[in-house]
C-alpha cells in the first residue's frame, strides 16, 4: 500500500507556490505593481498617517504603470491606505493598477531578510 501511494505521489506533477505565480505574473504581465514598507523607521512613528493628503501614491502609480512592473516603497498607513491590506517588514505585495493608480491585490511574497 505504501509503495502504491509513493509510486501515485512520484507521479504527480510538482506543486507549484503561490509565490512562484506571482513572480511569474511580475515578469510576464503589464500593469502590476510590488508594494513594499520601509523596513525600518528613522526615528519616527511607523505607523503614523499623514493626515495633510499630500502622499499621491495612486497618481504616481497610474502614471508609472506599463509593460514593467511598478515598485513603491512607502510608509506602512500609505501602503494601508493604497491596498487595504496590512503587510508585515519582509512582505512584498502584488497588485494590478488600473489607469486611475487604483489597486487589485493578487498576492503577497514572503522574501528572505
Not at 36 to 53: F, I, K
Not at 72 to 82: A, E, G, K, T
Amino acid at each position: 500500500m505504501r509503495l502504491a501511494l509513493l509510486l501515485l505521489f512520484a507521479l504527480l506533477p510538482p506543486s507549484v507556490s503561490a509565490n512562484d505565480l506571482l513572480w511569474e505574473k511580475l515578469q510576464t504581465e503589464a500593469d502590476l505593481v510590488v508594494l513594499m514598507r520601509h523596513t525600518q523607521p528613522a526615528g519616527v512613528n511607523p505607523l503614523a498617517r499623514d493626515e495633510s493628503g499630500s502622499c499621491k501614491g495612486e497618481s504616481l502609480i497610474a502614471s508609472h504603470r506599463g509593460s514593467s512592473p511598478v515598485v513603491f516603497v512607502s510608509h506602512r498607513p500609505n501602503i494601508d491606505l493604497l491596498s487595504l491590506e496590512l503587510i508585515d517588514e519582509g512582505e512584498l505585495l502584488v497588485a494590478r493598477a488600473n489607469e486611475n493608480g487604483e489597486l487589485t491585490v493578487l498576492g503577497k511574497i514572503k522574501v528572505q531578510p
